[in-house]
């Protein structure tokens, strides 16, 4: 998914090497000197660092040139010139660096050792190196090395500190569009949003975070309604949930109802996501023209009974859109982060559904074999190792109907089956 890539293109250049000196032996009632020019100082190298402060690429948008010193020209006396001083530049682990030209990908940087990506220039050696028995006075030196130069492109996958959750129409979009950069689509239909939209929310001096706008979850969603679990997989990751209301009930709906719905899907797709702290967000307060505010103390209440915090803003207005960012802040400072069991884990795209000629059913023998294009992409995505990732492949197959067809051709208990990449026993 790319809207999950983060990527900014910088242009990286290494230290020059300083100059090698010429330069003579000079004192009193020494009529001449030999050589003695030293070498020039090496120059500075560029050098990747990872820092776990760091989450997003957000601030190479907005310098995009890094140099390193040059070395400094040698001195008289033998003295080398001083080296130049590396440029270590910091991002976010995980971040990949590819040569911007070819795309090939030069270094990914998931460990703390430092990478140095352009190399500075050797120092050019001073005359003194260049005397001979036949040559005792060279009049030349070398020049410095050249730094090198090289334009990268940073790619970074974001995992998102904050998920937005509630029924469509809700105005989540429209809460990541106030509080971050991003322009998500907005619009007064369900499912505006099909894939997930993230925004960096920047919170005072150099603090952010990032959040993550998802389509609308309906009834049914944990076992693949509407736009189903590849999204309550991707809030998996989110370590605090805001948990959006439309409490005016626009729509005719009840936001206690809604809130009871969408947290029966969160516990019925897994018992961590129903754990998973939650702020409870009375939207579109705007729409409350009298005093009657009833159903915001009874949102209030369902939250607090929950124990979820809570509140109130207009999305529209932006009224109480900065305080929420700030308490939502606050909360995370508070929380662990989530251990993301598999960083390559990426659920197949939707925009390619299931259909008859993507998963092909064939008997050979005794065998009864299931393969095509789908289970392909979702064998890519599997870590056998883990067990969560097991669960989401059956839950798949389960989804896609896969076990109903294979009834339907007749299995029975003990059968071999044959899916993908996996051998095993039919059972029931
Ligand atoms: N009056 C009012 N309308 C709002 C407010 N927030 C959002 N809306 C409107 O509600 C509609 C839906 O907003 P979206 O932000 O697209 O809702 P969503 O939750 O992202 O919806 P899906 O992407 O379909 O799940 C739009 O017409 C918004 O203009 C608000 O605070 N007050
Ligand atoms: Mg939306």
């Given at each position: ?53 760091l989450s997003t690429l957000m601030d190479f948008r907005y310098k995009r040139k890094y140099k ?361």
């Amino acid at each position: 998914m790319p809207q999950f890539i983060d990527t900014a293109k910088i242009w990286i250049q290494s230290g020059k090497g300083g100059d090698g000196k010429v330069s003579f032996h000079r004192e009193k009632y020494v009529a001449s000197g030999g050589p003695d020019g030293g070498d020039g100082g090496r120059g500075g190298s560029v050098i990747f660092q990872v820092d776990d402060n760091l989450s997003t690429l957000m601030d190479f948008r907005y310098k995009r040139k890094y140099k390193a010193e040059p070395g400094e020209q040698g001195g008289s006396k033998r003295c080398t010139g001083k080296d130049g001083k590396n440029l270590v530049i910091r991002v976010p682990r995980g971040t990949i660096l590819r040569d911007a030209q070819s795309g090939q990908v030069i270094k990914d940087l998931s460990d703390s050792e430092p990478f140095v990506a352009a190399k500075g220039g050797r120092g050019g050696w001073g005359n003194v190196h260049f005397a001979t028995p036949t040559r005792q006075t060279p009049r030349f030196a070398k020049p410095g090395m050249p730094g090198q130069e090289l334009e990268i492109r940073l790619e970074l996958k974001l995992l998102a500190d904050v998920g937005l959750v509630g029924f469509p129409n809700v105005g989540k979009s429209t809460l990541l569009s106030m509080a971050s950069a991003a322009r998500p689509k907005i619009a007064n239909y369900h499912f505006t949003t099909l894939v997930p939209n993230l925004g960096v929310v920047r919170i005072g001096d150099g603090e952010s975070f990032v959040m993550a706008d998802i389509p609308g979850i309906i009834e049914g969603a944990s076992e693949g309604a509407g736009l189903g679990h590849d999204f309550l997989r991707h809030i998996d990751r989110c370590r605090l949930l805001l948990h959006v209301v439309d409490a005016a009930g626009s729509e005719g709906r009840d936001p206690i109802d809604d809130l009871n719905k969408i947290n029966d899907e969160l516990a019925q797709y897994s018992m961590d996501l129903e754990k998973r702290p939650q702020i409870v967000v009375a939207n579109k307060i705007d729409l409350f023209y009298d005093d009657d505010h009833s159903k915001l103390d009874e949102i209030r209440q369902w939250a607090e009974d929950h124990g979820f915090a809570y509140a109130e803003m207009s999305a529209a207005t932006n009224q109480g859109v900065r305080e929420l960012m700030n308490m939502t802040w606050h909360a995370l400072e508070e929380l662990p982060p989530v251990l993301v069991y598999e960083p390559e884990f990426v659920p197949e795209p939707v925009d390619k559904p299931v259909t008859e000629e993507s998963i092909t059913y064939r008997r050979m023998n005794e065998y009864y074999i299931v393969e095509g294009e789908w289970i392909d992409r979702l064998f890519a995505s599997i870590n056998f190792d883990d067990y969560e990732s097991r669960q989401y492949l059956d839950r798949r197959l389960r989804g896609a109907g896969v076990f109903d067809k294979l009834e339907e051709m007749g299995i029975k208990d003990g059968d071999p089956v044959v899916i993908g990449e996996m051998e095993f026993e039919y059972e029931r």
